[in-house]
Structures are given as C-alpha cells and as structure tokens.
C-alpha cells in the first residue's frame, strides 16, 4: 500500500519559515493536500491540489510537489501556526485516501 | 452553510457494533462532484482514512479493516452511515466524517468528530 513519510517533528522561530516535507514513491506525479490540527480540533485544509489555498488561509502558506518530496511552506511563522500538520493523497490504484503520520510544527 | 456532524454512541463494549450517523448539511449528498468520507484519529496518533462514498454510491474502503466497514448513503435524510463490527479496544479513537471531492478525494468541510472509547 502507499505510504506518505513526514518529518515527526519541525521547529522554527517566530517570523522564520517552516518547511514540512511530504515523502512517497513517485509522489511527484501526485496531487498533494495539507491540513492543519490544532490540539482538539478537527483538521483543517490549508493546501489542496498540491498548491491552491482556500480563501480563509494566509498566503503565507503555499505548496510544492517536485518529487522525491512534497512540501508544505509557511513563512513569517506565527505563534498560532503551532499545530500538527498532515499530507494526504488519493492513491488511485487502490482507490484509498492516505494520510501521511504528521509533524508537528513546534513555535520556539 | 456546510456543515457535518456525527452521532453515536461514545462507549461501545468489545465485540460489539458500533454505528455512526454523519448528518450534513449545505450541500447535497446528490452532487456529482462530491461524496463523505470517514476519517478516524487514535488518541495522540495520526489521522486515518476509513471508507468513502462518492457520486453514484462508489465506495472504498481501507483494505484491513474491509470485512468490518459497511458505508451507506440515505440522500433524503442528508446522511452517511457507517458500521464497523466486532469493535475493539484498539478502535477507540476520535471518529470524523468530511465532505471529500471526487477530484483526488480532499476534505474541505469536516464534523467535529466523535471519541468512540471501546471498553467493557
């Protein structure tokens, strides 16, 4: 079956920017999605189709795919940015949705 | 306004059945582009995908948990169904259902979630 990998955990300082990889096989040629989960809450998307932005998400978020990686980049880092961080992708050969294990973006 | 909610039990005995009701709202469980997907999160653990249903009442779902997941759809009512038997301890967790798109299957509208602990 598909597996995403991420980073366990990622820690920047205020102001810095944070980048939380997104790693499977061929994942290049994928459409990748990002959420975000605050401690109690249910996720929230703040990528989808690798780098469109709703409209409620700061532009401060964007995303890449260049393979071997996806990448979830948030710049000028905020205090409220903590939270933990999940990749998901469709796989269409088995037709499930994957989620990848989550980092967890640590505000020094 | 598009909203999901899920009901259920919040404690559920081994062995036994548990039932999950997403009730949604704002969009139609008719739509050509859209369907419900359930989603699970063990406590401190990653989220974890479990069964979707999409247009035309096309349904997945994940491959070891396959003989214990049924997915349904009653549109008149506006809500998702989702059974898993033979519970478990190990399948305590938060339960979340999500409006999912048929394009590459991403959630933009999530319930709340439901902790389903599974003791005796």
């Known amino acids: 079956s598909y597996v995403l990998t991420q980073p366990p955990s990622v820690s920047v300082a205020p102001g810095q920017t944070a980048r939380i990889t997104c790693g499977g096989d061929n994942i290049g040629i994928k459409s990748v999605h990002w959420y975000q989960q605050k401690p109690g809450q249910a996720p929230v998307v703040v990528i989808y189709y690798t780098g469109d932005r709703p409209s409620a998400i700061p532009d401060r978020f964007s995303g890449s795919n260049s393979g071997p990686s996806a990448t979830l980049t948030i710049s000028g880092v905020e205090a409220g940015d903590e939270a933990d961080y999940y990749c998901q992708v469709w796989d269409s050969t088995s037709d499930h949705v994957i989620f990848g294990g989550g980092t967890k973006l640590t505000v020094l | ?120």
């Not at chain 2, 009701?21 to 139609?28: E, H, I, L, N, R």
């Not at chain 2, 406590?43 to 396959?66: F, I, M, Q």
């Open chain 2, 1 to 120: 306004q598009v909203t999901l909610k899920e009901s259920g039990p919040v404690l559920v005995k081994p062995t036994e059945t548990l039932t999950l009701t997403c009730t949604v709202s704002g969009f139609s469980l008719m739509s050509d582009r859209m369907g419900v997907s359930w989603i699970r999160q063990p406590p401190g653990k990653a989220l974890e995908w479990l069964a979707h249903v999409l247009p035309d009442d096309k349904k997945s779902y994940r491959t070891s948990l396959r003989t214990r997941l049924t997915i349904s759809k009653d549109t008149s009512r506006s809500q998702v169904v989702l059974t898993m038997t033979n519970m478990d301890p190990l399948d305590t967790a938060t339960y979340f259902c999500a409006r999912v798109y048929k394009r590459q299957l991403w959630s933009d509208y999530w319930g709340q979630g439901i902790l389903v602990t599974v003791s005796s």
